[in-house]
């Protein structure tokens, strides 16, 4: 990606989320964006920003999350969920499992690791605290993922 397009990236952003940006923040936010995105392809990148427009997001996104959504939109890939919805997909696991149903879909990567790290006892988890001891560890598996994933090296 050219900074010029990078400029235009910027400038894609702040029309689908409705922020308005004066020359100077124009300037800032691009040179703050090109961190993140200069080996990113400009036309992959705009279409991630498109994408995520449509599909409602509320918030412009942060360089890394649009670094992270263009590159697993290149590689077909699917993020590994957030915290928030790994707990509802576990408690949705540990549902079916008691219930003597196993037609569970099969979680990501992320989410696999962190059960098989909590140990056989996983899928019992129900509790306020149970929730803070297993957002704790998936948020540091999640990133640890990430990194090795789509981190910048």
């Not at 400038?11 to 703050?32: C, F, M, N, Q």
């Not at 649009?66 to 290149?74: D, E, H, K, Q, V």
């Not at 707990?87 to 690791?113: E, F, N, R």
Request: aromatic share 10%; hydrophobic share 35%; proline share 5%.
């Amino acid at each position: 990606m050219e900074k010029t397009e990078c400029k235009a990236v910027v400038e894609l952003l702040s029309v689908t989320w409705d922020k308005s940006l004066d020359t100077s923040s124009l300037t800032v936010r691009a040179k703050g964006y090109w961190e993140f995105i200069h080996d990113l392809p400009y036309e992959e990148t705009k279409t991630t920003i498109k994408r995520m427009g449509m599909a409602g997001r509320k918030w412009l996104p942060k360089p890394g999350e649009l670094r992270l959504a263009t590159l697993s939109y290149m590689n077909g890939e699917e993020l590994p969920p957030e915290p928030e919805e790994a707990w509802t997909i576990l408690q949705a696991i540990g549902q079916k499992i008691y219930s003597g149903t196993y037609d569970y879909v099969k979680p990501h990567p992320v989410l696999a690791q962190t059960i098989r790290r909590l140990g056989t006892n996983a899928t019992a988890l129900t509790t306020n605290s149970d929730r803070a001891m297993f957002t704790s560890l998936y948020e540091k598996t999640r990133e640890a993922y990430i990194l090795e994933h789509y981190g910048t090296d």
